[in-house]
């Protein structure tokens, strides 16, 4: 994933000496390029009769391509010099980082940064500034971690803004809960959607080339472990299948994709699609979810970019007391598996001629989320618990011996009737770790409240 890019103007009081606020300013800069973020930087601003300094530096902010504007503050700097620069970039994020004093001989010599950022907080909550604040302390780092998840944060807004998902059909199965409002999903999170029908995919079937599809059956063969040693046949055929969408992804730039899966791939083509999902997510890097999931695509892309994990789906199968069975019954990306990536010839009811994915899945910390869509507007559900192996379980009616599918119990923090009475679909989205105090910065500003 690409650098965080923030502009960086500092500020001081016009009394304080220049070269002071000069090189605090330098010094807080140099640490944020230290952590990789990409920085334009403008001269520090004072707040000079004329706002000559002031103006200097939006000329030397503008014309860049930001994710989030660092408000540093060196020195006490009266409120009215700040906005004049801040305001021409109020459609940013910012950062409002009030810097610290330092030890001198036993004694604190300090520039009164925080009088400067305690003033303007309210007031660019006032203006209404989508901004976080932080602040250092003498004698003790700097607030990096802080710093670097507020980047991360504006980085997805940012990155959210240019995405694009493609779904191959629309409302497989007539679900309700996996459509989206295209407009409302543009206008929130900057996402836009693509749907192309499936016939033109399978009309691309003939146009895939003869030395790709050989190049990709190496990959499985060398990359993947068959419990049971499938037909080539079927292998070349989902092949085929992945390469066609592929000129699709790539000609369109899709970060995300879902198929028609139950009433298409599967009732048309006769061919479950659990091996093409593999193929996208593991070799072009693109989210994946089944079933005409846009819904799930979006919410896979926030936290892709917020963490760049695989963000996969799951479904819920049971619930108990203090867990949740979370699995899938088709694949799940390889970087997410424990172990071999382990495929299996199988047959589910009606449908055969496929490969089922029956790999394991990491366990450890998980949070699970999912965007809610309610008239236009959107909120997040999203918990976090404790992910183990799960006990010895089948899914009725797979072809005996029925497969161990891939899949967790998830332990929840919160009692599972509470995350229950809130829950808004089959699928949820996965990422490792506990990123709820990233994924709620990442919320604030898209003025997306948390359930």
């Known amino acids: 994933m690409r650098s965080i890019r923030a502009g960086f103007v500092g500020f001081g009081e016009v009394n304080t000496p220049k070269e002071v606020i000069l090189s605090l300013c330098q010094s807080a800069a140099n640490r944020l390029k230290e952590q990789d973020w990409e920085i334009v930087y403008a001269e520090p601003v004072s707040d000079d ?36 620069v801040t305001d021409r970039f109020r459609h940013l994020p910012m950062l409002l980082w009030g810097l610290t004093g330092w030890m001198e001989q036993g004694r604190l010599v300090t520039t009164a940064p925080q009088a400067g950022t305690s003033a303007l907080r309210p007031v660019m909550a006032g203006l209404g500034y989508r901004f976080r604040y932080v602040y250092g302390t003498v004698d003790q780092p700097y607030p990096a971690d802080k710093i670097d998840a507020f980047g991360r944060a504006a980085r997805a807004a940012s990155l959210l803004r240019e995405a694009r998902i493609g779904s191959m059909g629309y409302r497989d199965m007539l679900l309700y809960g996996t ?18 029908e499936m016939l033109e995919i ?7 080339d003869e030395d790709d599809v050989q190049e990709t059956l190496r990959y499985c063969l060398d990359n993947w472990t068959f419990a049971k040693q499938p037909e080539q046949e079927t292998l ?3 092949i085929k299948y992945y390469l066609a969408l592929k000129q699709k992804i790539e000609k369109r730039k899709y970060q995300a994709i879902s198929l028609i899966d139950v009433d298409g791939m599967k009732k048309l083509e006769g061919f479950p699609p659990a091996m093409v999902f593999m193929l996208i997510a593991d070799l072009l890097g693109v989210c994946t979810t089944p ?47 424990r172990g071999d990536v382990t495929l299996l010839p199988a047959k589910f009811g009606s449908f055969s001629g496929s490969l089922l994915n029956v790999s394991q899945v990491k366990d450890g910390p998980v949070t699970l989320m999912r965007l809610v869509e309610d008239h236009g507007r959107y909120s997040m559900h999203m918990a976090f618990g404790q992910a183990v192996q799960p006990r010895s379980w089948e899914e009725y009616g797979w072809e005996h011996p029925a497969p161990q599918l891939p899949s967790l119990e998830v332990i929840l923090e919160e009692p599972v009737e509470a995350f229950v009475d809130k829950i808004m679909s089959q699928h949820t989205i996965i990422a490792y770790g506990d990123i709820r105090a990233e994924m709620k910065q990442l919320c604030d500003l898209l003025n997306i409240p948390l359930l």
């Open 49 to 84: 009769e004329e706002y000559a300094e002031a103006d200097r530096a939006v000329q030397q902010l503008k014309g860049h391509d930001f994710d989030l504007l660092v408000v540093c503050v060196a020195g006490w700097i009266p409120t009215h010099a700040v906005i004049r």
């Open 179 to 196: 459509p989206v409002d295209i407009l409302a999903l543009r206008r929130e999170l900057g996402i836009e959607v693509e749907c192309f």
């Open 202 to 208: 399978v009309r691309g079937l003939d146009l895939v």
């Open 236 to 238: 070349v055929r989902g």
């Open 291 to 337: 079933e005409n999931d846009m819904i799930g695509n979006a919410t896979q892309l926030m936290v892709r970019f917020l963490t760049g994990q695989a963000a996969h789906y799951m479904e819920f199968y049971e619930y108990f007391a203090d867990r949740v069975l979370i699995g899938v019954p088709d694949y799940v990306p390889s970087g997410v598996v």
